[in-house]
């Protein structure tokens, strides 16, 4: 590997592994807060971290905010809410198959709060996404694309975001195979706006049926009848799951055959 590629694999490597330990020492912050407060204060801390660390980094490199899709513009609210809707769509009809072939039924739960359920999960899974995103999809992958390649680019953030989540199989295998998606998005768009609103949707819709209680609180609580009825949503998950893996895989390949001109 010549040392001018060998200095770029560095550097963005450098830049996760900062990322890292910034988050391991912020993540004692909100410690005592409620459930429903962690998450965003824990999103706003990490949110700026991870701009103020991509700041220092583009200090003595030729990437610039805008380069890196971090630049705000006059479309950034618009594209995030584009984002946002496509996200809440994917995950609503996937939660919808899997609900619909486990015949499990749903309803409101009793203790919920409309604000905090709602707006107060929204703002804070927009700040949870906005940090991986900084964190993933901007320094990280166009330092790495830029030594290696789109292809190997998208893939390593991929497995690196799945790593960041745990090193289970489901921990890894569930965020890298949307880490693809996330990957093309980014760099389609030209930017993270989209990339952001997409994570956050994705983030939210399940957070409304309680499958995100270490951040948010639920709308409504799922009921399933029979060990049959579960092992059935766990099956149609997986399988789900396969096709965001296949989805991703080839939205790269598109990519790569039709990107646009830098």
Request: aromatic fraction near 12%; charged fraction near 10%.
């Amino acid at each position: 590997m010549p040392q001018h590629t060998l200095k770029k694999v560095v550097l963005a490597f450098a830049f996760w592994g900062v990322f890292e330990l910034g988050l391991l020492g912020l993540s004692f912050l909100p410690a005592g807060l409620p459930n429903y407060l962690i998450g965003l204060v824990f999103g706003a801390l990490v949110t700026v971290f991870a701009y103020v660390l991509t700041l220092a980094f583009i200090r003595k490199d030729h990437l610039t905010l805008e380069s890196l899709g971090l630049k705000l513009t006059a479309g950034s609210v618009p594209r995030f809410f584009i984002g946002l809707l496509a996200g809440m769509v994917v995950m609503g009809l996937m939660m919808l198959v899997i609900l619909r072939a486990a015949g499990m039924s749903f309803d409101i739960d009793p203790d919920h709060s409309l604000f905090r359920a709602v707006f107060l999960s929204l703002v804070t899974f927009t700040l949870l996404s906005s940090m991986e995103e900084i964190a993933f999809r901007g320094y990280f992958l166009v330092k790495l694309k830029e030594a290696v390649g789109v292809r190997t680019a998208i893939y390593v953030t991929s497995l690196c975001f799945g790593i960041y989540h745990g090193l289970s199989i489901d921990h890894i295998l569930g965020p890298a195979s949307w880490g693809l998606t996330y990957g093309v998005l980014a760099l389609w768009t030209r930017g993270l706006a989209i990339p952001i609103g997409f994570h956050a949707g994705l983030n939210f819709v399940p957070a409304l049926f309680n499958d995100k209680p270490r951040y948010a609180e639920g709308l409504w609580q799922v009921s399933v009848s029979t060990d049959a009825a579960l092992a059935s949503a766990q099956t149609t998950a997986m399988a789900l799951q396969i096709v965001v893996i296949v989805v991703g895989i080839v939205l790269v390949e598109v990519y790569i055959r039709r990107r646009p001109s830098s």
